[in-house]
């Protein structure tokens, strides 16, 4: 059974720096691995998709790398924002549906 | 905006009752999947809808069920409520077989059983 756990839960940074999010998965027969970003009280917004046989994507300062041999991932943020505020979760899609880890609640202060 | 939507945005129903959610797939796409996302915890897979047909199932129990219509739109039908049963209920639509591609989520309805 795949399960994906996400460190650290929770994270508070200065506006400014550069974060790195890590997410595991225990079974490497994945689809491709997806980092969604959710705020508050809303649904799930897609951030990058990564196919299993890339190696990592980039989208404005977010780039996420997967490594599928180790059963990892991350998600690398550049210069975060106040805006950036929000919880992170990373799903794996190992047959029809994906695989969510907890989230890592992140908080970037002014 | 993903344009997957969901209704009701909100709803509160009282233990042992029943409750019927929707959702309307993005244009164009033919699957349909749940998921339920209780305070704090990641989603966890409900069932997926394919072809009207349901073509995968979490561990849920059979009172949580489900349709899918002729226009990809699908409903979410929880009986005998109880109060674990009080979550964040997402609905995600996408294009099957290609595995590969992304899934788009709703803004979800948030269900309060009191």
């Known amino acids: 059974k795949q399960e994906v756990t996400q460190i650290p839960a929770a994270l508070s940074v200065p506006e400014g720096e550069n974060l790195v999010l890590n997410c595991s998965f225990t079974?490497?027969?994945?689809?491709?691995l997806q980092w969604f970003r959710q705020d508050p009280g809303k649904g799930l917004t897609s951030l990058l998709l990564?196919?299993?046989?890339?190696r990592e994507q980039t989208s404005g300062r977010l780039n996420a790398s997967l490594d599928k041999s180790s059963g990892r991932s991350t998600l690398y943020i550049a210069a975060s924002q106040p805006g950036d505020s929000a919880t992170y979760l990373c799903?794996?899609?190992?047959?029809?549906?994906?695989?969510f880890g907890p989230g890592t609640r992140l908080s970037v202060l002014p | 905006e993903t344009g997957v939507t969901q209704s009701p945005t909100h709803l509160i129903k009282t233990r042992g009752q029943q409750v019927t959610l929707r959702c309307s797939s993005q244009?164009?796409?033919?699957?349909v999947s749940w998921y339920q996302q209780a305070l704090g915890q990641g989603p966890q897979f409900i069932f997926q809808?394919?072809?009207?047909?349901?073509?995968g199932r979490g561990n849920f129990p059979p009172r949580f069920s489900g349709l899918q219509f002729p226009n990809y739109s699908s409903e979410l039908n929880v009986n005998a409520l109880e109060l674990d049963d009080s979550a964040l209920y997402l609905c995600?639509?996408?294009?099957?077989?290609?595995?590969?591609?992304?899934?788009?989520f709703g803004e979800g309805s948030w269900l309060t059983v009191v």
């Open positions: 990564i196919q299993s046989s890339q």
């Open positions: 995600a639509s996408s294009f099957y077989p290609r595995g590969g591609n992304t899934i788009y």
């Open positions: 079974d490497s027969a994945i689809y491709n």
């Open positions: 244009s164009g796409h033919n699957t």
């Open positions: 799903a794996v899609r190992d047959g029809q549906n994906f695989v």
């Open positions: 809808y394919y072809r009207e047909e349901e073509n």
